[in-house]
């Protein structure tokens, strides 16, 4: 499987940007769709977006939609999500996944790295 290593997260106010890191190892990465998923205190991990292998497909949950990106560079085994205009109901620790395939990377069923808290106050 592959290894995941989240950074980039940490404290912003209502409005401002973060770009969160994923970093990967152990397989050939570009062999992998990737996904964000993020956990917020008392709730259920839950699916934030999603980059085909090639990067030419993305997938965003509705919630996210035109304030986050999703990209990848298969030459730095490495994918990122750049986040705009964050709301407070963002704050979560952040995860990525790998999958073979893109139609089920948003299940999660990849091995999980330690997560990254975006943390936003308003």
């Known amino acids: 499987q592959v290894q995941v290593v989240e950074s980039g997260g940490g404290l912003v106010q209502a409005g401002g940007s973060l770009r969160l890191s994923c970093a990967a190892s152990g397989r050939t990465f570009s062999n992998y769709a990737m996904g964000w998923f993020r956990q917020a205190p008392g709730k259920e991990r839950e699916f934030v977006a999603a980059i085909s292998w090639s990067g030419s497909s993305t997938y965003y949950t509705d919630s996210v939609k035109g304030r986050f990106t999703i990209s990848r560079d298969n030459a730095k085994n490495t994918m990122y999500l750049q986040m705009n205009s964050l709301k407070p109901e963002d704050t979560a620790v952040y995860y990525c996944?790998?999958?073979?395939?893109?139609?089920?990377?948003?299940?999660?069923?990849?091995?999980w790295g330690q997560g990254s808290q975006v943390t936003v106050s308003s």
């Open positions: 996944n790998a999958d073979p395939s893109k139609l089920t990377v948003r299940i999660g069923r990849g091995s």
